[in-house]
């Protein structure tokens, strides 16, 4: 019996989630990079907002360390000047430490005033059409992954 309630404390102990070290205050240093470009390089910033697959959120300094998967869409920074960049993400991870860092790790990423909208919708529309007319579970997948992927192109190049 005595055991047995040892291991609960013990249990319970290891699932409490920890705030970010307060040893920095109030900042927050962002890594962005995608393989075409360094977006930032360890810049404090004041938010940043992503898409992932378990939900859109912000994170601000002394987040809840997190690892997330990216979704397509748009990764908004929110600089100390109050300034917001919008930047496209195609996939890739986010990472928060506990030091208040951060790090988004995106597969490609463009800013929004470098997409085109015809560009994209016409990128959709072929998609789709491969899409309808995959031959096998796998050309169906990938087209899928395309078709998801450039209508948030869109979406994103309309905002």
């Known amino acids: 019996m005595a055991f047995r309630t040892m291991l609960r404390t013990a ?7 920890y705030y970010a070290d307060a040893a920095k205050g109030d900042e927050m240093a ?3 990079a995608a393989g075409n470009k360094v977006f930032y390089d360890k810049q404090v910033v004041k938010q940043i907002d992503v898409p992932s697959f378990s939900g859109s959120f912000g994170i601000l300094p002394k987040h809840v360390p997190t690892l997330a ?22 996939s890739g991870t ?5 030091d208040s860092s ?11 005033e ?6 994209a919708q016409e990128a959709l529309n072929k998609a789709q059409s491969e899409l309808n007319s995959a031959a096998n579970e796998k050309a169906k997948a990938e087209a899928a992954i395309a078709v998801e992927v450039a209508e ?3 979406k994103a190049a309309t905002a």
Do not use: M, Y
């Not at 249990?11 to 989630?17: E, F, S």
């Not at 929110?78 to 930047?87: E, S, V």
């Not at 790790?105 to 463009?110: F, I, Y």
């Open 114 to 119: 470098s997409l085109d909208r015809g560009a």
């Open 30 to 32: 962002l890594t962005f």
């Open 11 to 17: 249990a319970r102990r290891v699932q409490v989630r």
């Open 94 to 98: 986010v990472t928060v430490n506990d």
């Open 152 to 154: 948030e192109i869109v």
């Open 69 to 90: 998967v990216l979704r397509p869409g748009v990764v908004t920074v929110h600089d100390n000047d109050g300034k917001q960049t919008k930047i496209f993400v195609s």
């Open 102 to 112: 951060v790090q988004v790790l995106a597969e490609e990423a463009h800013p929004l």
